[in-house]
């Protein structure tokens, strides 16, 4: 809920400030009219930059691997057990 509540704030003070550009005219009107599309290139970028930053901070648990190795063992072997065929490469 906090996150929406930034959000639309931050949509609410970009929406007044371009509001404002668009009634004064400290920039012409031809690059004010461009400004929600800055925008929406602007934040496509940061969202592709936040996903790469993401995917190289992710972090290796190799305990959790291990693990979970054992936990593909235990159950291959219960379902031998059972008669289902897991045939894979072992």
């Known amino acids: 809920m906090k996150h929406i509540v ?8 970009i929406s007044a400030l371009w509001i404002g550009l668009l009634q004064t005219a400290i920039i012409p009107r031809s690059h004010t009219w461009l400004l929600p599309i800055y925008f929406v290139v602007s934040l496509g970028c940061y969202g592709l930059l ?3 930053v993401g995917l190289v901070q992710f972090p290796t648990c190799p305990q959790e691997a291990v693990l979970l190795q054992q ?6 072997e219960y379902l031998k057990q059972k008669g289902v ?3 894979g490469c072992d």
Not at 6 to 13: A, G
Not at 71 to 76: H, Q
């Open 6 to 13: 930034k959000i639309l704030t931050l949509l609410v003070t």
């Open 50 to 52: 936040m996903v790469g």
């Open 71 to 76: 936990d593909v063992v235990e159950a291959k």
């Open 85 to 87: 065929d897991v045939g």
